[in-house]
């Protein structure tokens, strides 16, 4: 007889049982699970024979949300957590941008815009972006009508034209994925990178196809797939390398460089330290070569924008002095993006809690909610450390609890 298959809901059951149970009824296996969380299929397997017990909150939220749980204590057991507490709930805009994107028919009635206008709209969405503390916000008051209108654009317009169009829509797509990062709907987001690609590749211009490509390469990474965010990165770069030959257009020479840095950051998080630091030194270069105030809008490349860089390539190689080197070096960057800002000051943070200098880390945290609310409060990284700073003593606990109010944080 085929053995009886576990209740979920049995107390019993230990956290590696649980994670068999949901894998097993997700269809996936365990190098699959393993993949989609920057682990091994032998290291699921010591998961779930319980050969490993203590699990780090981050890995237990990524295992949660590859297997659709949507409560670490369906992992756990114990008593409810939901993922939303460490993942944020999803922006009151999403739907909108959801619609936009997954619209199936065009109005046929209207002409569609100018290609200048839709250029100028783009422009100014960026910017916009960057100057805004609750850039989720405004980007979702501004995304919807965007979408309709380079969709449009693309359909209707002819030659040359169409292939402008369809670099502008590539470009919409991009932007597209900076608010739908970290939301709750992982399948808009491959949709955005897919979509993204496919346009670009039928423009044949290089600064859009780059831009999909610098942003495939973080959905894969972030999915825990080292190796094909990797594959992705040196394949592009391969493909765009004729190009780049003596070109003295900033904007491409910069997404340029900012590929050689995803190499860094992939390399970073698969363990590869010294090969992080040896494509983050040839970003670095390449950075070295555009006006010392230039700042391209979609990957924030620039000469600023490195020192950021290294701190996270520090925290990610678990190098702590070289982390607190990094982070009392580019604590105050001048980085010319409230969101982008923001993130840094989180990155920040963690090179502080790497080395043990809580309260430190706290205060970052803090700064870096006055520069860019929207970007700590959909932040795992952010919301984790928040959450385990309720926890210390007393003076610490209290500040940890106000930061996590005004992020919505339930504790």
């Not at 960026?126 to 503390?133: G, L, N, V, Y």
């Not at 900076?178 to 808009?188: H, K, T």
């Not at 003596?246 to 910069?254: H, K, V, Y």
């Not at 010319?336 to 430190?360: C, F, M, T, Y």
Request: proline share 5%; charged share 25%.
């Amino acid at each position: 007889m085929r053995e009886a298959e576990p209740d979920p809901e049995d107390p019993a059951l230990s956290t590696g049982q649980r994670i068999m149970f949901h894998r097993q009824r997700r269809g996936l296996t365990r190098d699959v699970l393993g993949g989609l969380v920057g682990k091994s299929g032998r290291w699921v397997k010591a998961v779930e024979r319980g050969e490993i017990q203590q699990l780090k909150l981050p890995t237990v939220i990524s295992l949660a949300e590859v297997l659709r749980v949507r409560d670490l204590a369906q992992l756990t057991g114990g008593e409810p957590m939901p993922v939303t507490t460490f993942r944020g709930p999803g922006h009151p805009a999403l739907p909108a941008v959801r619609a936009a994107v997954n619209a199936v028919g065009l109005r046929n009635a209207e002409a569609p815009p100018s290609l200048d206008d839709l250029q100028k709209r783009l422009v100014a969405a960026w910017r916009a972006r960057h100057a805004s503390p609750d850039h989720r916000t405004v980007l979702g008051s501004l995304l919807p009508d965007l979408i309709r209108d380079a969709r449009l654009a693309a359909r209707e317009f002819d030659g040359a034209d169409r292939r402008r169009a369809l670099a502008l829509l590539a470009q919409v797509y991009n932007l597209t994925q900076f608010f739908v990062a970290y939301q709750p709907d992982a399948s808009l987001l491959w949709r955005l990178v897919e979509r993204s690609f496919m346009a670009a590749e039928e423009s044949d211009d290089a600064r859009a196809l780059a831009g999909a490509i610098w942003l495939a390469t973080q959905a894969h990474r972030d999915a825990g797939d080292f190796d094909a965010a990797e594959a992705v990165n040196r394949e592009g770069m391969e493909a765009l390398k004729p190009r780049m030959a003596n070109t003295e257009n900033d904007d491409l020479r910069a997404v340029w460089g900012a590929l050689h840095h995803e190499l860094a950051y992939t390399a970073a998080r698969a363990g590869q330290y010294g090969t992080a630091w040896w494509w983050w030194e040839q970003a670095d270069r390449i950075a070295r070569t555009l006006p010392i105030s230039f700042y391209e809008p979609m990957t924030s490349f620039s000469r600023v924008i490195m020192s950021a860089h290294a701190v996270t390539i520090a925290v990610e190689a678990r190098q702590g002095a070289e982390a607190r080197r990094q982070a009392t070096k580019a604590s105050n960057l001048a980085i010319p993006s409230q969101p982008r800002r923001g993130r840094h000051l989180i990155e920040v943070a963690r090179a502080w809690e790497l080395v043990g200098d809580k309260a430190a880390a706290l205060r970052t945290l803090k700064d870096a909610y006055v520069a860019a609310p929207e970007t700590i409060r959909y932040n795992g990284h952010a919301r984790r450390m928040t959450l385990e700073f309720t926890k210390e003593p007393d003076s610490l606990r209290r500040d940890a609890t106000d930061l996590a109010d005004q992020i919505g944080l339930l504790i």
